[in-house]
């Protein structure tokens, strides 16, 4: 028989730094795969930030839509992404279109494939915060590709659940793991490999020998116009503590750059950063006493790692870690932010309660299932 008749073509799509993060997994997977003739393409709707993940993953997309613009609004950005994509599906024709979480390139993804009545998979399915405006767009996003996906990579028994309660069918559905635990456990082996891979924070480490490092993280749409400013008040508030030093690497978005930089530039503990890429953010996870964020992504890292996250949302679409005790939801409110950052670095036993390396989110071979699961649907 000749196997190249009964490969089936995958395209996987991603354009953001955390989906080229969750899905870089996936395409090692299938590509080591002879049952799969695999395709990448990258809207790039993140440009630099997806960019180092690409080269720290070694994947060359085959497909590079370039569609990222200063500032881009959701509604052209959706628009110019459905366009995209779908010339990119009639070039290919593929079996199946992988897609991962909740942005508007997984959505437009997810729809444009409906179009054509591809069959799409749906890599981190099931996240749900029951608030369509906490996180937004997303929630609205990843229920669209539940609507569309034929088969649903839930990362964790509770993100199955929500989508059975949504009546979608149950043998569609699958417990995987997330695949950030595969790419976590990837980077910290090359780092292991290779050192020098994430020595760049050496002049960071040595300003700040001596203090206790927070991680900070900030970009969520729906913090925009005040939750941003509160942020960094409660940045500038922990700040004036002699002990502590915030290493906060900025996300581009120029609407958080430009509030970010207003309120917190020339602190002298406080480090404003350029993105890191993912080895030199694996290294600020492991030299942080504490994260605060309101990141998805390391909402599930820093759990993984036993670091103690707050969470500067209103409602998470990630309670394990919340009821694990390793994260905490503590909203944009500055005195709140204040009082949980400074009660986890003065209570040694509250920080122990919340410090242990719990793993709610996957053991690392997420993306082994995925291939399977994508195989034996044939
Ligand atoms: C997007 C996703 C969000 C995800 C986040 C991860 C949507 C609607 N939002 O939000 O779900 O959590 O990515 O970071 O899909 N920019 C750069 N360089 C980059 C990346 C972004 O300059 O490498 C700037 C550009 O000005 C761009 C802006 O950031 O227009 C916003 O990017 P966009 O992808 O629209 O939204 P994010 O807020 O990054
Ligand atoms: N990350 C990174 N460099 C940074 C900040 C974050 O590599 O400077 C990684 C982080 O490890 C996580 C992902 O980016 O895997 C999270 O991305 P982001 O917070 O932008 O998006 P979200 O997860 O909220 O969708």
């Known amino acids: 028989m000749n196997s190249r008749s009964t490969r089936q073509t ?25 049952r799969f003739a695999v395709k990448v393409c990258i809207s790039a709707q993140h440009r630099g930030m997806l960019d180092q993940v690409m080269e720290i993953a070694g994947i060359a997309a085959d497909f590079d839509l370039d ?8 509604d052209g950005l959706t628009a110019a992404l459905l366009t995209g994509l779908g010339q990119v599906m009639d070039a290919v024709s593929p079996d199946w279109v992988v897609v991962q979480g909740d942005t508007a390139t997984a959505m437009a993804g997810a729809l444009a494939a409906y179009y054509r009545k591809i069959r799409v ?27 569309i996906a034929a088969l649903h990579c839930a990362p964790t028994e509770t993100s199955a659940a929500a989508l059975r309660a949504e009546n979608v069918a149950g043998e569609a559905i699958h417990v995987t793991g997330n695949t950030v635990i595969d790419a976590l456990q990837w980077v910290t082996a090359r780092i292991a ?12 480490e040595a300003r700040f020998a001596g203090r206790r490092i927070i991680g900070v993280t900030s970009h969520r749409r729906e913090n925009f116009g005040g939750g941003l400013e509160a942020i960094a008040r409660a940045i500038r508030t922990i700040a004036e503590r002699p002990d502590v030093a915030l290493i906060f690497p900025v996300h581009p978005n120029p609407n958080v750059r430009r509030v970010m930089e207003a309120e917190l530039a020339g602190l002298d503990n406080v480090a404003l950063i350029e993105p890191l890429d993912y080895p030199h953010f694996a290294r600020l996870l492991a030299m942080s006493e504490i994260m605060l964020t309101d990141s998805g992504g390391v909402q599930e890292e820093a759990p993984a790692l036993g670091k103690p996250v707050l969470v500067m949302r209103e409602t998470t679409e990630r309670p394990e870690g919340v009821v694990a005790g390793t994260a905490r939801l503590v909203g944009t409110d500055p005195a709140r932010i204040v009082t949980e950052i400074f009660t986890l670095l003065d209570d040694k036993d509250a920080y122990a309660a919340m410090a242990r390396a719990h793993n709610p989110f996957g053991d690392g071979q997420a993306a082994q299932r995925i291939m399977e699961l994508i195989a034996n649907a044939g």
């Open 193 to 204: 490999a290779e050192p020098a891979l994430a020595a760049g924070l050496g002049a960071l």
């Open 10 to 34: 995958v395209l996987i799509i991603f354009g953001t730094r955390p989906e080229a993060i969750k899905m870089f997994p996936v395409v090692h997977a299938l590509r080591a795969d002879p």
């Open 121 to 147: 998979a749906h890599v981190e399915a099931g996240l749900r915060s029951h608030n369509i405006y906490h996180p937004w767009p997303e929630e609205v996003n990843r229920k669209i590709i539940g609507a």
């Open 67 to 74: 569609l990222m613009r200063p500032d881009q609004t959701l």
